[in-house]
């Protein structure tokens, strides 16, 4: 038996979102659009009583491999997905619709 909080990623599409639950309460959320094939990451953020726990680099990352695993690209403007995509480079070049420069 573990201590260890229960963390995870979901996709709520209709609140156009990825959210990041610990223990079943949410905890952050990367908002997106979507255009044919296409995820447009707009914003991401994790709440205040959740910071420094690792959870928006957990978010990104599921966020990123259920786009991959749609088949879909990704335009990341949220400045934290852009960065997470930079930082973990050459990973996940190919999900971008265009190349980023850093």
Same mark, same amino acid.
């Given at each position: 038996?573990?201590d260890?909080p ?5 996709d ?5 979102? +990825?959210e *990041?639950?610990v223990d %079943?309460?949410? &905890?952050? +959320? ?14 991401t953020?994790?709440f205040?009583a959740?910071? %420094?726990? %690792?959870?928006?680099?957990?978010? &990104?990352?599921?966020a990123?491999?259920? *786009? ?15 960065a997470? *995509?930079?930082?973990? &480079? ?7 619709? &265009?190349?980023l420069?850093?």
């Open positions: 038996m573990t260890e229960q963390v995870t990623v979901t709520n599409p209709q609140e156009s979102r +990825f *990041v639950t %079943g309460t949410l &905890a952050g +959320f990367a908002v997106y659009e979507t255009e044919p094939g296409t995820v447009i990451f707009l914003h953020e994790v205040e959740y910071e %420094g726990r %690792g959870l928006a680099g957990q978010l &990104a990352k599921a990123l491999g259920a *786009v991959r695993e749609a088949g879909s690209k990704i335009v990341p403007l949220c400045p934290y997905i852009r997470y *995509v930079l930082k973990h &480079a050459p990973e996940y070049d190919d999900l971008l619709r &265009a190349p420069s850093s």
